[in-house]
């Protein structure tokens, strides 16, 4: 199964501060993906990007969250003042189509303080 | 509202029981379905999924899904379980027009030799 790396595995933030998750998928996949899981709850979709745009987003992306893939490779989300609710893991995902099956990355816990 | 739900939250089992985990789905159209593990530790892996065609889907490890139509349902089943299948369950699904995934809470299984 082809891989998605995270980085952070795991980030501890203050509230308010901002934020920058990271993404690199191991593939020529163009389709990605940010979900996110709060401890004891569901895996919730965030944002799903294409072709260097936001193709889709849920209510919880908001104008605080942000996506990007600067250089081609890495996809990253950013919190631009994060909040204690922010606390949650945060799982990248890619896929070749929109149709296609997603793959997930390890994720990044954060932990807001 | 599309929705994704899982009814066993937790599943205790001894090796070689057999097993079925519930997923009920409610959406209009077609469905893409599927059925992600995630062990401890580790990413979420596709176990298997249900685009269209034949409802009974076999996936990795022994595992299968039969998608029915008419109940809404799409269950995961193993005839018979392994201490190595101690992981926690994750159904989803898609409608056919959006990449967007919706997971159900999630069924962890513990597995006992």
């Known amino acids: 199964e082809p891989e998605v790396t995270q980085t952070p595995s795991h980030q501890v933030t203050q509230m308010g501060q901002e934020v920058i998750l990271r993404c690199v998928p191991i593939?020529?996949?163009?389709?990605f993906y940010w979900y996110r899981q709060i401890l004891g709850q569901k895996v919730e979709f965030l944002v799903s990007?294409?072709?260097?745009?936001?193709?889709?987003k849920s209510e919880i992306f908001d104008d605080q969250f942000s996506v990007e893939r600067p250089d081609g490779s890495n996809f990253t989300l950013k919190i631009r003042s994060t909040k204690l609710e922010d606390s949650a893991m945060y799982f990248c995902?890619?896929?070749?189509?929109?149709?296609?099956?997603?793959?997930f990355g390890p994720g990044t816990r954060l932990t807001v303080l | 509202a599309q929705s994704v739900s899982q009814h066993n939250h937790h599943v205790i089992l001894s090796e070689a029981a057999s097993l079925e985990l519930g997923c009920n789905y409610s959406?209009?159209?077609?469905?893409?379905l599927f059925w992600y593990v995630q062990y401890p530790g580790q990413h979420l892996q596709l176990l298997l999924k249900?685009?269209?065609?034949?409802?009974l889907v076999k996936g990795i490890k022994g595992f299968e899904a039969e998608f029915i139509k008419s109940k809404f349902s799409f269950n995961l089943r193993k005839p018979s379980v392994q201490w190595s299948d101690t992981a926690e369950y994750f159904c989803?699904?898609?409608?056919?027009?959006?990449?967007?995934?919706?997971f159900g809470t999630g069924t962890r299984l513990q597995v006992f030799p």
């Open positions: 995902a890619r896929a070749g189509t929109s149709t296609d099956t997603q793959y």
């Open positions: 593939s020529n996949h163009l389709y």
């Open positions: 990007f294409y072709n260097n745009e936001i193709s889709e």
């Open positions: 959406y209009g159209g077609t469905v893409n």
């Open positions: 249900y685009f269209s065609g034949d409802p």
């Open positions: 989803a699904g898609a409608n056919y027009n959006t990449d967007k995934l919706i």
